[in-house]
């Protein structure tokens, strides 16, 4: 907890119960949860949260940096807890969404510069598939 505060203090964010919940949730999973599932899973807890102030609690973290906002397709935003650069795999069968890891893109950021006239910064790179279970399911 007192690693949040000077998190928050740092970033000169109001510790408010509700960012609070929200950024605690998001470091406790690593499922890359929408707002509606993070909503949902805080509700036993913070009964009178609303959709409407988790969606802005996000906001307020991706704003700050303290939370990564990844848009994986047709609008569907997810949140994700570790904000460093890191590349994700999405099921296309039951949509979960995978760090991939021990691999790193961001070389091609230097890549990229002989084809864009762009100071290059960042890059997002996606990987659709289908996952182990959903391989397992379909072979029953
Ligand atoms: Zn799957
Ligand atoms: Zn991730």
Same mark, same amino acid.
């Given at each position: ?8 203090? =740092? ?10 919940? @929200?950024? $605690? ?10 707002? =509606?599932?993070?909503?949902? #899973? ?9 959709? #409407?102030?988790?969606? $802005? #609690? ?5 704003? @700050? ?7 994986? /397709? =047709? +609008?569907?935003?997810?949140?994700? +807890?570790? @904000? ?17 890891? /021990? ?12 084809? @864009? ?11 659709? /598939? ?11």
């Amino acid at each position: 907890m007192d690693n949040l505060t000077s998190i928050f203090r =740092e970033k000169k964010l109001k510790l408010t119960p509700q960012r609070i919940a @929200v950024y $605690k949730y998001l470091q406790s999973t690593k499922k890359h949860p929408s707002a =509606e599932t993070i909503y949902k #899973a805080l509700q036993l807890e913070y009964p009178t949260m609303s959709l #409407a102030t988790v969606y $802005k #609690a996000l906001k307020t973290l991706v704003d @700050v940096n303290l939370v990564q906002e990844i848009n994986i /397709g =047709e +609008g569907n935003f997810r949140y994700d +807890g570790n @904000v460093h650069p890191h590349s994700h795999i999405q099921c296309i069968v039951c949509e979960k969404v995978d760090d991939v890891e /021990g691999i790193c893109f961001s070389n091609l950021n230097d890549k990229i510069k002989d084809c @864009v006239d762009y100071e290059v910064l960042s890059n997002q790179v996606y990987f659709y /598939g289908i996952c182990k279970d959903c391989q397992k399911n379909s072979k029953e």
